[in-house]
């Protein structure tokens, strides 16, 4: 699986390209800029980029302006932002298409190795790793949209869940619920978003995109 990296700090960019080779991941490039990033995206079309959002030269936003470049060059270019803070623009600026794997972590809530693999793999995969502190802060945000108003608080329970890339059984484990009652819940929530029967992975990742993307 081929990664393109950007992260300003080169501590924590050669520790992440040795984490990922480690894991059978082919580091195609390692950026520390936002034109270097968006140059290395359109080249490699890499099956998986982790980005920083604050990069040199200015430090405010270049890893996501040059990702969402990408991703109307390359269109559903699965991305990963890494952050230090939850910045809800840019989560809904990079979900605006509705397409590719996408997943948001904060730096420091990342902790361990295996936990940002696996998001990597999913997000790879075309799912979702949204991190429970950006989840929330959008879920507030989103409290009054309609049709996410329609949903239960179960029903919304679920769909956080969802969001941060959990399957029905890991979702039962966490809320206390069988695997068919989630099942239950996730129709619920697929049919008051208007998600017409399909492959249930694609459904999973559209009702989270109508979840983060609704205003």
Sequence with gaps: MRVVLAEDLHL??????HLLR??????????ESGPELLDALV????????????????FTDEGLQASLEARRLVRGLPILVLSQHVEQLYARELLAD????????????????????????????????????????????????????LLTPREREVLELMAEGRSNAAI?????????????????????????????????VLAVLAFLNSR
């Design 12 to 17: 924590l960019r050669e520790g992440l390209v």
């Design 172 to 204: 039962g484990q966490r809320l206390y619920l069988s695997e068919s009652a989630v099942g239950k819940h996730t129709a619920g929530i697929f049919a008051k978003l208007g998600l017409a029967p399909s492959d249930d992975d694609n459904r999973r």
């Design 98 to 149: 509705g397409t590719g794997g996408i997943g948001y972590l904060l730096k420091d809530r990342v902790f361990n190795g295996d936990q940002f693999i696996d998001a990597v793999r999913r997000v790879a995969g075309g799912g979702t790793a949204m991190d429970p502190e950006v989840i929330a802060k959008l879920l507030v945000s989103n409290a009054r949209s309609e049709p996410l108003a």
């Design 22 to 31: 480690a894991h059978g991941f082919e580091v195609v490039a390692a950026v």
């Design 43 to 58: 080249r490699e079309r890499p099956d998986v980029a982790v980005v920083d959002v604050r990069l040199p030269p200015t």
